[in-house]
């Protein structure tokens, strides 16, 4: 049975800003037993939007006789600091005021989440995760902590993610910050501040998550009557209603600001050096039609990372694949695991 719990971590704790949060809670859940050795772990690092319960947005690879299986697996997903399910972000209570922070909200990176995740591990008693899993800004934090801590993670599977962010990806961020921020309502200090722009910011998101012929397949309009709306239009429409619907604009504002300032590379040499410090077996996966994260940044990561595998997924769906085409990826994942799992018992006779 999937469990919700709450992490309360009571230290300072400081941010790579200079800032620091007096203390945070993470919200997390777990699915499965942990084993007598331990050795079970598979932990799920969410995309942008997503939440901790990990079965609700890539169901297809979790559950039972799935890839990952609670009859056999420990699986874990914690609630990224700065998001809006359960851990601490911006309408959390800053204890300082007694008042939600809102805009005081310190800006937090890649680094500082996969620090507050390792504090979580630590507190449940996981010295070693078996797999750690995950897609777009999960990817980047999968990474990070593969880097960050190497002796943790004995098997990465990285997908459609990258090594730094781009300038490309910056500037569609930045897109949908102005966005939020041209909102008459965003200099308020209220939980539904911005909730406007965020719908106008989605739109732009999601051009950069699909593609041409996507839309093409999915919002083809059937007359050329002038006086209807286009689907493609309405398209763009119901998702910012449905965003606004279970999330919030000061989340959304900072999880962009936390995407660009992924770089693994960081206070770490090249890129290439910091790469070459994944200790664990490395699976990356690309979507074919990726156009934020295109497959030439993926092929980086496997060039550099030693003992990687590198599998692409066939998709018009763009970024999206990833979550699409969970079929394919959860093809890709079987085979990794399979195959270092018959390399680990294999043992050569010697005549």
Known sequence: MLKGRVFNYTDEFHLESGRSLPGFQL????WGTLNEDRSNVVWVCHAFTGNAFVKDWWGELFGEGKTFDPAKHFIVCANSLGSCYGSTGPLSL????GKPYYHAFPTLT??????AFDALREHLGIEQIDVLLGGSIGGQQALEWAIESPHVTRRLVQVAANARQTPWAIALNESQRMAIEQDVTWQLATDDAGLEGMKTARSIALL???TYNSYNRAQKEGSPDLKKIYRAASYQQYQGEKLAKRFNAFSYWQLTKMMDSHH???ERGTLEEALRRVQAETLVIGVNSDQLF?????RFVARHIPNAT???IQSEAGH???LLEADQVAHFIDTFLLKKQLRKSWIPTVF
């Open 27 to 30: 919200f997390y859940t777990t």
């Open 320 to 322: 999206d694949g990833f």
């Open 294 to 298: 295109p497959l030439n940044e993926q």
């Open 94 to 97: 800053n204890p300082d005021t």
């Open 264 to 266: 693994v590379a960081r």
């Open 208 to 210: 950069s998550y699909r």
């Open 310 to 312: 590198f599998q692409v």
């Open 110 to 115: 890649i680094r500082d989440v996969v620090r």
